[in-house]
């Protein structure tokens, strides 16, 4: 309805109501009905600019409207759950250079059903086990100690053994009849002293199956194929970041057999240890979308854009006397223009942990990550068009209310 047939309709909808028969709290429940709820507002919640990334804490990225009408589409029809999952699967799988893929309910997911499809293979019996990996002939995986903190336990989901090792020399003497395969932590490869060359050769050398967690490692675009092409047997990534699919799900992909073997634990099927991560069928819609959209983006043209976002928040606050600022690029995870920004604090009066909540608690709120050696650090890639003028204005004022 059009919004001069809107304003007509509401003009008519008591007197049309009255004269038809047709009850005016009927009439007045249709007009209702256009009216979209705004559920955040409903239910007392604060929106905010995000200028502190793709962290699930602040629910990493927002869907483009591509994926939104994948989602909306798919709501409306029925489709075999598992043709589905086929097909999505081998559209991603030619995307990004692997033999198999298959949609997730995140990254963890991912790594999850990819290490139960290596220790299971197509034996259901051993499905029907998982976490119970007692009795199985290979039950142990090879990581480096510096790539161990949180995401590894993933992996100890499947009830699998995890061996620490340090060097390539610790690896090789690690390996034994009972190693099921090897994982490696992207992100954390500057801290390891293998890196990913050495540590492949090993595991291809011993025939194990190497795993590898890329789940925020993307951009650049490259990267969703660069690890299959570098020889990993399985790969596991987040669709709800720089994709911007639906951040409940991930992409698990590899070796033909292995990811096979991964869908016996997960959903549809029931007795696995998989069954509670759903991923429904407007989310794999959704997360195809995404990806074949992010592939074709203009990526040098974003990252213009970027860089464009990150010098108008710069140059603003450089201009308040005892500011430094830079612009710099992680060299891993969430590789986009960053700025870091200090200031002198014998001449403004105010540390990085005020700044930040007085970021958080003005209007309109702005989300930006804890200091890091007393320098802020903004993240402008999910920023939406103009936040950034918000962001600079807001940051220069705190920054002036501060000044001795």
């Known amino acids: 309805m059009k919004r001069?047939?809107?304003?007509?309709?509401?003009?008519?909808?008591?007197?049309?109501?009255?004269?038809s028969g047709v009850p005016y709290n009927t009439a007045n429940a249709s007009v209702k009905a256009l009216v979209k709820r705004d559920l955040i507002k409903e239910l007392g919640l604060r929106t905010f600019i995000n200028a502190y990334g793709v962290y699930t804490t602040h629910t990493a990225?927002?869907?483009?409207?591509?994926?939104?009408?994948?989602?909306?589409?798919?709501?409306?029809?029925?489709?075999?759950?598992?043709?589905?999952?086929?097909?999505?699967g081998e559209k991603i799988a030619a995307i990004?250079?692997?033999?198999?893929?298959?949609?997730?309910?995140?990254?963890?997911?991912?790594?999850?059903?990819?290490?139960?499809?290596?220790?299971?293979?197509?034996?259901?019996?051993?499905?029907?086990?998982?976490?119970?990996?007692?009795?199985?002939?290979?039950?142990e995986v090879i990581l480096q100690k510096t790539h161990s903190g949180s995401y590894d336990?993933?992996?100890?989901?499947?009830?699998?053994?995890?061996?620490?090792?340090?060097?390539?020399?610790?690896?090789?003497?690690?390996?034994n009849p009972k190693t099921a395969m090897?994982?490696?932590?992207?992100?954390?490869?500057?801290?390891?002293?293998?890196?990913?060359?050495q540590w492949l050769a090993i595991s291809k050398k011993h025939k194990?199956?190497?795993?590898?967690?890329?789940?925020?490692?993307v951009p650049p675009v490259e990267n969703l194929w660069k690890f299959n092409d570098m020889g990993y047997d399985v790969v596991c990534v987040s669709g709800g970041k720089a994709i911007r699919g639906p951040q409940s799900a991930g992409i698990l992909m590899g070796r033909k057999e292995i990811i096979a073997a991964a869908r016996l634990s997960a959903p549809p099927g029931g007795g696995n240890i998989g069954r509670?991560?759903?991923?429904?069928?407007?989310?794999?819609?959704?997360?195809?979308?995404?990806?074949?959209?992010?592939?074709?983006?203009?990526?040098?043209?974003?990252?213009k854009m970027w860089?464009?976002?990150?010098?108008?928040?710069?140059?603003?606050?450089?201009?308040?006397?005892?500011?430094?600022?830079?612009?710099?690029?992680?060299?891993?995870?969430?590789?986009?223009?960053?700025?870091?920004?200090?200031?002198?604090?014998?001449?403004?009066?105010?540390t990085s942990r005020e700044m930040t909540l007085n970021l958080r608690n003005g209007e309109p709120s702005i989300e930006a990550p804890k200091s890091i050696n007393d320098a802020m650090i903004l993240s402008v890639w999910m920023m939406q068009p103009g936040d950034e003028k918000v962001v600079a204005k807001r940051f220069t004022e705190e920054l002036m209310k501060a000044r001795v």
């Open 61 to 88: 990225s927002l869907m483009p409207d591509e994926v939104m009408d994948a989602i909306q589409f798919a709501s409306k029809k029925y489709v075999l759950y598992n043709d589905l999952q086929d097909k999505v």
């Open 276 to 303: 509670g991560m759903k991923v429904n069928k407007e989310e794999i819609f959704g997360m195809y979308a995404a990806l074949d959209r992010f592939v074709n983006l203009d990526h040098g043209k974003e990252w």
């Open 153 to 175: 336990h993933a992996l100890t989901n499947t009830g699998i053994k995890r061996v620490f090792v340090e060097t390539a020399e610790e690896m090789e003497a690690a390996i």
């Open 307 to 350: 860089e464009d976002r990150a010098n108008v928040i710069l140059n603003a606050v450089t201009k308040v006397n005892g500011v430094k600022a830079e612009i710099f690029v992680p060299p891993i995870a969430n590789v986009t223009p960053t700025l870091r920004i200090s200031w002198d604090q014998s001449l403004i009066k105010l």
């Open 96 to 139: 990004c250079h692997a033999e198999a893929a298959m949609v997730t309910s995140g990254c963890w997911s991912a790594l999850v059903l990819g290490t139960a499809g290596i220790l299971t293979g197509m034996d259901k019996a051993k499905v029907a086990l998982l976490p119970d990996v007692s009795g199985f002939e290979k039950n």
């Open 208 to 217: 194990i199956p190497a795993m590898v967690d890329i789940a925020a490692d």
């Open 4 to 19: 001069r047939d809107l304003i007509k309709y509401l003009s008519v909808a008591p007197l049309a109501g009255g004269l």
């Open 182 to 197: 090897t994982w490696y932590y992207n992100e954390a490869e500057p801290w390891g002293k293998i890196g990913h060359d």
